[in-house]
């Protein structure tokens, strides 16, 4: 069973930085093309997209933390990281990583594998 495992979350002043990792397990061979991603919760029933990273270690990201944020992945270890810098009060949310077979996309609905997420609190 594929699982995810988000961690790194917690509280920090505004201008802090926080670095997310997320841990991927259950896969029984190597995937060919697939999609990495982290979400936020920004209402009860909408995820936002915060950031993406392809096969080909493309990445996108909203518009709203453009360089200010960071994805990679390290294959080997099989964990995606998020690192968050300059945060502010609007940053704050549950932070979830999410992974797809394929390409990646915008909506939260094109992907079938999340984690439990982590909370980031950004605040005085």
């Known amino acids: 069973q594929v699982q995810l495992v988000e961690s790194g979350g917690g509280s920090v002043q505004p201008g802090g930085s926080l670095n997310l990792s997320c841990a991927v397990s259950g896969y029984t061979s190597s995937r060919s093309v697939f999609c990495m991603a982290w979400f936020r919760q920004v209402s009860e029933n909408e995820r936002e997209r915060v950031a993406e990273?392809?096969?080909?270690?493309?990445?996108r990201y909203a518009d709203s933390v453009k360089g200010r944020f960071t994805i990679s992945q390290d294959n080997p270890k099989n964990t995606a990281y998020l690192q968050m810098t300059s945060l502010n009060p609007e940053d704050t949310a549950m932070y979830y990583c999410?992974?797809?077979?394929?390409?990646?996309?915008?909506?939260?609905?094109?992907?079938?594998?999340w984690g439990q997420g982590t909370q980031v609190t950004v605040s005085s």
């Open positions: 999410a992974t797809r077979a394929g390409d990646c996309y915008l909506a939260a609905s094109w992907y079938n594998i």
């Open positions: 990273i392809d096969t080909n270690r493309q990445t």
